[in-house]
T-cell receptor, first 114, second 110 residues
Framework: EAGVVQSPRYKIIEKKQPVAFWCNPISGHNTLYWYRQNLGQGPELLIRYENEEAVDDSQLPKDRFSAERLKGVDSTLKIQPAELGDSAVYLC????????????FGQGTRLTVV | GENVEQHPSTLSVQEGDSAVIKCTYSDSASNYFPWYKQELGKRPQLIIDIRSNVGEKKDQRIAVTLNKTAKHFSLHITETQPEDSAVYFCAAVRPYKLSFGAGTTVTVRA
């Protein structure tokens, strides 16, 4: 089993440019999370999906961030336009449906906005 | 929302000594407490977890304790080894919401 797969691993863009991250969760995992991890800090939830429905996007900066999970499998997270403060590692995680189930993380995408 | 505080932020121990990391949480609805280990440049990986109906859990050299009344839980690593050097995150989970502490950077000195 491949685990949670994210791409790209690294991305460097100029401010005001758009950027997109892709996540393929573990097969059969209904729940998918996007987290942002700033240097030296813990992951912070951006959005959580149950199948194709975004059930918690309260922490997603909706003026510039968007996400989708078509067909309830793969997901993309987009930033448009990117700002310098968006530089961080963006982590995708997935878990089985239900409470108190282990979340498995992808390798993350390290975004640098210059 | 849930607020998870983690201490210390950095911890340096001599190889073979024990390391203890402490976390507190605010939401009494939290009932699942996983601990993740993140090595440099790698993904966070679950190392141990504890549920609210259990006070202590042990897995070889690592153990976790939970005090629900006081809303705090701790990670204990005994007989530390160089490969234990990493960032450790505690987390508190209330139904469907996983909140992380800020992390503890553990360095094991040879």
């Amino acid at each position: 089993e491949a685990g949670v797969v994210q791409s790209p691993r690294y991305k460097i863009i100029e401010k005001k440019q758009p950027v997109a991250f892709w996540c393929n969760p573990i097969s059969g995992h209904n729940t998918l999370y996007w987290y942002r991890q700033n240097l030296g800090q813990g992951p912070e939830l951006l959005i959580r999906y149950e199948n194709e429905e975004a059930v918690d996007d309260s922490q997603l900066p909706k003026d510039r961030f968007s996400a989708e999970r078509l067909k309830g499998v793969d997901s993309t997270l987009k930033i448009q336009p990117a700002e310098l403060g968006d530089s961080a590692v963006y982590l995708c995680a997935s878990s089985l449906a239900g409470v108190n189930t282990e979340a498995f993380f992808g390798q993350g995408t390290r975004l640098t906005v210059v | 929302g849930e607020n998870v505080e983690q201490h210390p932020s950095t911890l340096s121990v001599q190889e073979g000594d024990s390391a203890v990391i402490k976390c507190t949480y605010s939401d009494s609805a939290s009932n699942y407490f996983p601990w993740y280990k993140q090595e440099l440049g790698k993904r966070p990986q679950l190392i141990i977890d504890i549920r609210s109906n259990v006070g202590e859990k042990k897995d070889q050299r690592i153990a976790v304790t939970l005090n629900k009344t006081a809303k705090h839980f701790s990670l204990h690593i005994t007989e530390t080894q160089p490969e234990d050097s990493a960032v450790y995150f505690c987390a508190a989970v209330r139904p469907y919401k996983l909140s992380f502490g800020a992390g503890t950077t553990v360095t094991v000195r040879a």
